[in-house]
T-cell receptor
Framework: SQKIEQNSEALNIQEGKTATLTCNYTNYSPAYLQWYRQDPGRGPVFLLLIRENEKEKRKERLKVTFDTTLKQSLFHITASQPADSATYLCASNPRGSTLGRLYFGRGTQLTVWP | DGGITQSPKYLFRKEGQNVTLSCEQNLNHDAMYWYRQDPGQGLRLIYYSQIVNDFQKGDIAEGYSVSREKKESFPLTVTSAQKNPTAFYLC???????????FGDGTRLSIL
């Protein structure tokens, strides 16, 4: 069956370091991947989208990569700050499925400590 | 400001009752979605609609119903057939095509 997985439930890092979150997918090929941030009791907020023919996207301190060989997307936050503490979700749209329909991973809870 | 409004923020249901969760958007988006989020789980799709008067079942549609009579509104009814309705419900919308989804701030449903 198609799966999208975020292997780390939690990640704790020190302020100023780079946080790297992983999203793996199995048994399908995503047309694109998206990353969202979710704060407690709130809805997810879109951060970045990367298509299958793109290797890397950047936005300010955020960077996402897409490796179709490894079937993996990495999400990086450079110069992390305590305000970056949140749950980060990856989501994908399998190629051939209804455009716009997303499958979400369980999320990785990031804590940045001073 | 444009956005998605979900109401109420908290909702309590008695056994055997149907309840309806409201979702309104003023972003002029064609597509709308309902997700359920349980602790330690990712978002699971209940229903989605790509156009007015049309909707499709997601992965966990049993015990739920929706309508899409207006572009800006996509209410979700949790029926008494849904045996484990306690969860955080999220509504989202997006333009047509490969686009990000915009989420509301959710409704937390509990059983009395």
């Amino acid at each position: 069956s198609q799966k999208i997985e975020q292997n780390s439930e939690a990640l704790n890092i020190q302020e100023g370091k780079t946080a790297t979150l992983t999203c793996n997918y199995t048994n399908y090929s995503p047309a694109y991947l998206q990353w969202y941030r979710q704060d407690p009791g709130r809805g997810p907020v879109f951060l970045l989208l990367i298509r299958e023919n793109e290797k890397e996207k950047r936005k300010e301190r955020l960077k996402v990569t897409f490796d179709t060989t490894l079937k993996q997307s990495l999400f990086h936050i450079t110069a992390s700050q305590p305000a970056d503490s949140a749950t980060y979700l990856c989501a994908s749209n399998p190629r051939g499925s209804t455009l716009g329909r997303l499958y979400f991973g369980r999320g990785t809870q990031l804590t940045v400590w001073p | 400001d444009g956005g998605i409004t979900q109401s109420p923020k908290y909702l309590f249901r008695k056994e055997g009752q149907n309840v309806t969760l409201s979702c309104e958007q003023n972003l002029n988006h064609d597509a709308m979605y309902w997700y359920r989020q349980d602790p330690g789980q990712g978002l699971r799709l209940i229903y989605y609609s790509q156009i007015v008067n049309d909707f499709q079942k997601g992965d966990i549609a049993e015990g739920y119903s929706v309508s899409r009579e207006k572009k800006e509104s996509f209410p979700l009814t949790v029926t008494s057939a849904q045996k484990n309705p306690t969860a955080f419900y999220l509504c989202a919308s997006s333009p047509e095509g490969i686009q990000p989804q915009h989420f509301g701030d959710g409704t937390r449903l509990s059983i009395l």
